[in-house]
């Protein structure tokens, strides 16, 4: 399968801080690879570089084919990426609608696009002239996803979508992502909680100091506990 | 998703509670303001007055809150906007003087609107060059933000100074809005009634601008979180442009509407109301038009009641009501960045 996404020596400093060192990375076209590792290790900044909000100070990112690390941040985003940020970034003064609208950039939503996101998180039709503000966390996530489905993407970015969820969302963010990933997204999804990542990944790159140090698929990850152990420092069995 | 959609989606949906305390303030500061003023008449000139000048500091100072809103921006140098507008009208309505003086509302119109449209478009230039040439190198430096807009500042009064020379040019009112209507025994200017029907006129403006189109959706989601903005696809440089072209216009706008009210104008009242924008910008909230409004219609009837009654302490009206607001909500009436 041919990457859609390759990162190749990418380095990334912020301020006098050197962050990446030379991360080597593909994202196979169609299929969800998790992006693992400690905290510290780099995750988020790949993705931030990746989207051009943290600028590679080395390296090449190229988006089916063509680079993209020298492109602004809307640029980037114009080529087909959709990114989740772990902090979610919804607008807290602009309703559930209007969060949409923005995120809607070529036009006017696609109404059967979003019964589809509705049939997910019901929560946004609900709440759909509500200030973002109000929502919960869980619902803050739901619109950070909705946000990036609004539209086709060419690749997804999620950062950490169920950190400090409660496990009814959890599900229904994992529902969401299987539907997603059977209608052919590419995603490159960073995650800390394993079984999660178990459950939606195909391929794995685990991450540590700023490299990635192992790439595989998320199976054979998922049943060699040694591995598991000597890169993320857990195992299944006590990562319930 | 059509409008009827979006009406069907919404319509059995539970709307926010919207905070409106802090609208009813002005309302509130006017009534309580009532029984120690003698007279209903007085207190009417004095309200009406006051509605006046805050119309006329909320136009100086919605342009700050924006930009300062979205661009994060310290701009100290927003009030040579503010003078130089009123300087560019006078280039019109010194030439055009006779037909400021005659009686006749469009002669007087003739004059009036080529002098805001060249006042607006000279200030809309000169932002656009000030913020590619000044304020892009210190982008996120706040401290060199404040020093180079005060340098800014200081530089274009000088040229002012250099062009027009240290004396107040006089800017009279046009003949049409001279003298005041009479409101049962209360005499209200002219004039102050056509700054509260601008000032409400750019309020309402904005606000429909802010809430109707995707550009308002843009520049408030922009105020809120820039880099998410950006993340969505906009190119959010252009909006900051944009913005700051607007709120110097909406500067020089309110210098010709200053100046006309003060009738005279000079270098130095820029510098002078800068003090009282930032004071409206921090008490609604910085980055919020509605709270910017309120905070401008309060800062403006205090003072003047304050003058009427005790005259001294309108020289601390404007920080007392600050602390006050401050006190009760710290981060401002409205407010909608965190920085």
Known sequence: MSELLTLSGVETHIGRYHILHGVELGVAEGQTTMLLGRNGAGKTTTLRTIMGLWRASRGEIRLGGERIEALSTPDIARAGIGYVPETMAVFSDLTVRENLVLAAREGAMDPTRLDWIFGFFPPLKKFWLSRAGTLSGGQKQMLSFARSLIEPRRLLLIDEPTKGL??????????????????????????????????????????????????????????????????????????Q | MSAQDNAEVGAALPKTPRDYLPLLLPAALALAALPFIPSSSTWVTLTIAGLAMGMMIFIMASGLTLI????????????????????????????????????????NLAAVVPAVILAMGATALLGLGFERIVIMPVYGQHLKQILITMGGMIVAEQILYAFFGPQQIPLPLPTTLRGSF??????????????????????????????????????????????????????????????FMAGSALAGLGGVMWGLYREQ??????????????????????????????????????????????PK???????ALMVAVLLWRPRGLYPVTSR
């Open chain 1, 166 to 239: 409660a496990p009814a969302i959890i599900g229904a963010l994992i529902d969401c992502l299987q539907e997603v990933k059977r209608r052919g997204a590419t995603i490159l999804l960073v995650e800390q909680n394993f079984r999660v990542a178990q459950e939606i990944g195909d391929m794995v790159g685990v991450m540590d100091n700023g490299r990635v140090v192992h790439t595989g698929t998320m199976a054979e990850l998922a049943a060699d506990q040694a591995l598991q152990h000597r890169l993320l420092g857990l195992s299944l069995d006590t990562h």
């Open chain 2, 68 to 107: 300062f809103g979205l661009m994060d921006v310290l701009n100290f140098g927003h009030g040579a906007f503010i003078a130089i507008g009123a300087y560019m009208a006078t280039l019109v309505l010194v030439p055009l003087a006779g037909w400021m003086q005659a009686d006749s509302v469009w002669l």
């Open chain 2, 182 to 243: 009479l409101i049962g025994e209360a005499a209200v200017e002219k004039y102050r009634v056509v700054a509260v029907s601008v000032g409400l006129v750019v309020f309402v403006t904005m606000l429909l601008i802010l809430n109707r189109t995707k550009i308002g959706l843009l520049i408030r989601a922009g105020v809120e979180n820039t880099e998410m903005v950006e993340a969505l696809g906009y190119r959010i440089t252009r909006l900051f442009v944009g913005v």
């Open chain 2, 265 to 310: 104008v000079n270098a130095a009242m820029g510098a002078e109301l800068m003090v009282l924008v930032f004071i409206v910008v921090i008490i609604g909230g910085l980055g919020s038009v509605t709270g910017c409004f309120i905070g401008a219609l309060l800062v403006a009837l205090a003072t003047n009641y304050a003058g009427f009654l005790v």
């Open chain 2, 313 to 319: 302490l309108a020289l601390i009206t404007d920080i």
